[in-house]
């Protein structure tokens, strides 16, 4: 059996031809292309508006630097996630502030964060950053509620739930980075998301306020939008007819480069196209994984099947993990584990942060498992993934690796 990866891209032949199409074309990034598939993301996801980036984390960044956060302010957010999460809020000089996770759900407590912020002082949190881990979405409108109560704003790390959603109180579907409940949403397309521009990311809102400040914050701060202008006409060149010259731009806040080019929107664009196709590939993958692990004595937990689950992960949790992760691997099938908790990782230790503080998050750390989940996994290798890791704990095959 040739190598089985955790997750895995998949490119078509339109995918190639979307992106030759540009290297053709006049224009490899700025010509239009990048407006295009921001329009199509706010179809797919039905948000108002969409604001693509180079990456994910740039995505975070940009988030961030449009809610405004001052230094020693504090967010709260998760420890299991990729690191990106926490880190935009340290670029800003913000303190990060790990809640822990549900042991089921495996995403961030809503009743811990709410104990958090009962207990601080006004103005003392900013933000809440929750992330839809593994593609489950998390409720954002009872999150909603709280952050309202302390007057906070939200970022949903939505990476993991490309076509996810939650159902609401009164039923209603509500789509991850739909705009409805988090001021701002974001996505990254990395090879091992959802769909994949190469590299590169995307906000959402439904507040045009918001919308505006970070097409200008993408962009070095600069806008072309003569209604905003601040220096006058006469001062920007049009001494002969005192109307602001076509040339003209004025940077007007502290911004960065962090935009996409047309060559990666093309990409990104052809692959929104399948996002439905390839997450029901996902679905019927979980459902699979599901029925073959559910009553298995070995798995301690695993995230069950639900149909608003974006399954960017499929997870398990087992005994004898690392042993399990070391078989697999002489199988050929390379698992991965996701995460190792936030808060423990050096950097935080130095801020304080230490063994014990996220009880649910590090006891989840020590069982949990990826198993190979993308869209073109063949049932035939979905298959032997199964039979083997049956066969690990049939056959007790642990037992070598616990000898000295
Ligand atoms: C991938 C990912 C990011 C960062 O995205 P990049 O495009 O790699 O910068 C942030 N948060 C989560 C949860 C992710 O999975």
């Given at each position: 059996?040739?190598?089985i990866?955790?997750?895995?891209?998949h490119?078509?032949k339109?995918?190639?031809?979307a992106?030759?199409?540009?290297?053709?074309?006049d224009?490899l990034t700025q010509?239009?292309?990048?407006?295009?598939?921001?329009?199509?993301?706010?179809?797919?996801v039905?948000?108002?508006?969409?604001?693509?980036v180079?990456?994910?984390t740039?995505?975070?960044?940009?988030a961030i630097?449009a809610?405004?956060?001052?230094?020693g302010q504090?967010?709260?957010t998760?420890?299991?996630?990729?690191?990106?999460t926490a880190?935009?809020?340290r670029?800003?000089?913000?303190?990060?502030?790990?809640s822990?996770?549900?042991?089921?759900?495996?995403?961030?407590?809503l009743?811990s964060?709410?104990?958090?912020?009962?207990s601080?002082?006004?103005g003392?949190?900013?933000?809440?950053?929750?992330?839809?881990?593994s593609?489950?979405?998390?409720?954002?409108a009872?999150l909603?509620?709280?952050?309202?109560?302390y007057?906070?704003?939200?970022?949903?790390?939505?990476c993991?739930?490309?076509?996810g959603?939650?159902?609401?109180?009164?039923?209603?579907?509500?789509?991850?980075?739909?705009?409805?409940?988090?001021d701002?949403?974001?996505?990254?397309?990395?090879?091992?998301?959802h769909?994949?521009?190469?590299?590169g990311?995307?906000?959402?809102?439904?507040?045009?306020?918001?919308?505006k400040?970070?097409i200008q914050l993408?962009?070095?701060?600069?806008t072309?939008?003569?209604a905003?202008?601040?220096?006058?006409?006469?001062?920007?060149?049009?001494?002969e007819?005192?109307?602001?010259?076509s040339?003209?731009?004025?940077m007007?806040?502290l911004g960065?480069n962090?935009?996409?080019?047309?060559?990666?929107a093309?990409?990104?664009?052809s692959?929104l196209?399948?996002?439905?196709?390839?997450?029901?590939?996902?679905?019927?993958?979980?459902?699979r994984?599901?029925?073959?692990f559910?009553n298995?004595?070995?798995v301690?937990?695993?995230s069950?099947?639900?149909n608003d689950?974006?399954?960017?992960?499929y997870?398990?949790?087992?005994?004898h993990?690392?042993?399990?992760?070391?078989f697999?691997?002489?199988?050929?099938?390379?698992?991965?584990?996701?995460?190792?908790?936030?808060?423990?990782?050096?950097?935080?230790?130095?801020?304080g942060?230490?063994?014990?503080?996220?009880?649910?998050?590090e006891?989840y750390?020590?069982?949990?498992?990826?198993?190979?989940m993308?869209?073109?996994l063949?049932?035939?290798?979905?298959?032997?993934v199964?039979?083997?890791?049956?066969?690990?704990?049939?056959k007790?095959?642990?037992?070598?690796?616990?000898?000295p």
């Amino acid at each position: 059996m040739k190598t089985i990866p955790y997750g895995k891209h998949h490119i078509t032949k339109r995918d190639i031809q979307a992106v030759t199409e540009v290297l053709r074309s006049d224009f490899l990034t700025q010509g239009g292309g990048v407006e295009k598939f921001e329009n199509s993301f706010s179809d797919y996801v039905g948000s108002k508006y969409s604001v693509a980036v180079s990456n994910g984390t740039s995505a975070l960044q940009l988030a961030i630097c449009a809610l405004n956060i001052k230094q020693g302010q504090k967010v709260i957010t998760t420890p299991i996630t990729f690191v990106a999460t926490a880190n935009c809020i340290r670029h800003y000089g913000g303190e990060v502030v790990f809640s822990d996770i549900q042991s089921d759900t495996y995403l961030m407590d809503l009743d811990s964060v709410e104990e958090l912020l009962r207990s601080a002082k006004l103005g003392e949190y900013v933000g809440i950053i929750p992330v839809n881990f593994s593609g489950k979405v998390i409720n954002l409108a009872q999150l909603r509620k709280i952050a309202d109560q302390y007057n906070l704003w939200i970022i949903e790390d939505a990476c993991h739930s490309l076509g996810g959603f939650f159902i609401d109180d009164k039923g209603q579907k509500q789509p991850s980075g739909n705009g409805q409940f988090a001021d701002i949403s974001i996505f990254s397309f990395h090879p091992i998301k959802h769909i994949t521009s190469g590299e590169g990311g995307m906000l959402t809102t439904n507040s045009q306020h918001l919308y505006k400040k970070l097409i200008q914050l993408r962009t070095h701060g600069i806008t072309k939008d003569m209604a905003c202008f601040r220096n006058n006409a006469i001062l920007a060149g049009g001494i002969e007819d005192n109307k602001y010259p076509s040339w003209y731009m004025e940077m007007q806040v502290l911004g960065f480069n962090y935009r996409m080019t047309d060559i990666q929107a093309a990409l990104g664009e052809s692959q929104l196209k399948k996002a439905d196709e390839k997450l029901e590939n996902r679905k019927k993958i979980a459902k699979r994984y599901f029925e073959a692990f559910k009553n298995q004595p070995f798995v301690i937990s695993q995230s069950g099947y639900f149909n608003d689950h974006a399954y960017h992960l499929y997870i398990i949790e087992v005994e004898h993990r690392k042993a399990l992760y070391d078989f697999l691997r002489t199988k050929n099938i390379y698992t991965q584990i996701h995460y190792f908790p936030c808060h423990l990782m050096p950097y935080y230790q130095e801020l304080g942060w230490k063994e014990n503080d996220m009880p649910n998050a590090e006891n989840y750390y020590r069982h949990c498992i990826s198993v190979p989940m993308f869209p073109t996994l063949t049932i035939k290798e979905q298959k032997y993934v199964i039979k083997n890791i049956v066969e690990f704990y049939d056959k007790k095959l642990y037992i070598d690796s616990l000898k000295p």
